[in-house]
């Protein structure tokens, strides 16, 4: 696994569907604990942006 490649692949899929998350990040301290896999930091964002990814993901075909 590649944490930092997951963070990019998912600011790029969410960035497909006009979604910016500007704290879209590795939790630092997750980073140091060695038996727990680091967290990725999806952050607080706006109701506006909240409902984008609602959308984005309400109109994915999930088969």
Known sequence: M???????????????H?????????DGPSMLQPFVPPL???GRVTEETARKIIQALATRDLR
């Not at 997951?6 to 969410?14: D, N, Q």
């Not at 006009?18 to 590795?26: E, Q, R």
Request: charged content about 20%; proline content about 7%; glycine content about 8%.
């Open 2 to 16: 590649d944490p930092e490649r997951t963070v990019s692949e998912l600011a790029s899929a969410f960035a497909a």
């Open 18 to 26: 006009g979604i910016t998350l500007p704290s879209l990040g590795l």
């Open 40 to 42: 990725i930091e999806l």
